[in-house]
């Protein structure tokens, strides 16, 4: 049972322009979603996060949107750089102190051609 | 000066054998993981600790011990290893409260002949 989804495998976009990634979730009980960035042979880097109470936070060129009735979110790179070409996961948790599990996605490979 | 560390990084051996592998975090954070991420690359929690103490299990085989010997050390044990072990698992830390970010270590990949 895949609670968080990412339907895109892969997305290739030209330098400068918007990279839009997209995420959908099942359980309506997540109240914390996350993107992480992940570079062959390392660990998932913390990117960007978003509390159920919001539905936009941004960070420089990072963008995370989330739409609760669709339960949907998306992550736009805006311009993106080719430094940005990597895995992105999404994540999500319900808030329990001590006790938060994520939830990931299966990633979506962003290529970002110069 | 790595915020989480993993050793080792590639760990390859024969089935029925028994290993472990080493997860350091120096951010003084109180809550420490471990996942997987199968062939399918799926990442998926496996155990969490909070102060030493087992927060989270995952109806993880029970070949699968993880050993917190101090809040910045939380080890994972693995007896009688199968092919299916195969994956790369990774230590994670937070500071364990609400909405709390995860640092993820470097991962390990685990390849079981």
């Known amino acids: 049972d895949q609670q968080v989804k990412q339907n895109s495998p892969s997305l290739s976009v030209q330098e400068g322009r918007i990279s839009i990634l997209n995420c959908d979730y099942t359980?309506?009980?997540?109240?914390?979603f996350l993107w992480y960035k992940k570079y062959p042979a390392e660990g998932p880097t913390f990117l960007i996060s978003?509390?159920?109470?919001?539905d936009k936070n941004e960070d420089g060129r990072f963008t995370v949107f989330l739409n609760k009735s669709a339960k949907h979110l998306s992550l736009h790179i805006v311009p993106s750089q080719p430094g940005d070409s990597a895995v992105y996961f999404c994540?999500?948790?319900?808030?329990?102190?001590?006790?938060?599990?994520?939830?990931f996605g299966t990633g979506t490979r962003l290529t970002i051609i110069p | 000066d790595t915020a989480v560390s993993q050793t080792p990084k590639y760990l390859v051996t024969q089935m029925g054998n028994d290993k472990s592998i080493k997860c350091e975090q120096n951010?003084?954070?109180?809550?420490m993981y471990w996942y997987k991420q199968d062939s399918k690359k799926f990442l998926k929690i496996m155990f969490s600790?909070?102060?030493?103490?087992?927060?989270i299990n995952e109806t993880v085989p029970n070949r699968f011990s993880p050993k917190s010997p101090d809040k910045a050390h939380l080890n994972l044990h693995i007896n009688s290893l199968e092919l299916g072990d195969s994956a790369v698992y990774f230590c994670?830390?937070?500071?364990?409260?609400?909405?709390?970010?995860?640092?993820f270590g470097p991962g390990t990949r685990l390849t079981v002949l």
């Open positions: 951010l003084g954070h109180d809550t």
């Open positions: 994670a830390s937070s500071q364990g409260g609400v909405g709390d970010t995860q640092y």
């Open positions: 978003i509390s159920s109470i919001k």
């Open positions: 600790y909070n102060n030493k103490e087992l927060i």
């Open positions: 359980n309506s009980m997540f109240d914390y």
């Open positions: 994540a999500a948790s319900v808030s329990s102190f001590g006790n938060e599990k994520l939830t």
